[in-house]
């Protein structure tokens, strides 16, 4: 069985890559049935996308702000900003003001 050099074209950019002849050999031995659809930089990118990302953590990681409840006076956080006039209900207070359906 012999491979020869083909080109591919990227399913990301869009760019023409070459899926060569040893790529393949290499892709069949390790069982692949299917062919590269992205070009090696595109590949390396969500390569170092799934492995450095600090894109998820941050969202998890919420900015909470100090408050007292209006409803029992205790102390506690919200993840707004609390503004004056607007009553801020601890977690507990916030389920039985606002009763969810
Ligand atoms: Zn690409
Ligand atoms: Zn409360």
């Known amino acids: 069985m012999s491979f020869e050099d083909k080109s591919l074209q990227c399913s990301d950019c869009g760019a023409t890559f070459t899926f060569s002849a040893d790529e393949q050999e290499l892709f069949q031995s390790r069982g692949y049935t299917n062919e590269p659809k992205r070009c090696p930089s595109c590949r390396q990118a969500r390569k170092s996308e799934r492995y450095g ?49």
């Open 53 to 101: 990302n600090s894109g998820n953590s941050y969202r998890s990681q919420r900015q909470m702000f100090p408050a007292v409840c209006a409803e029992c006076g205790k102390d506690t956080e919200v993840p707004f900003e609390p503004r004056s006039g607007r009553p801020v209900y601890c977690s507990d207070c916030y389920r039985k003001v606002r009763p969810s359906k």
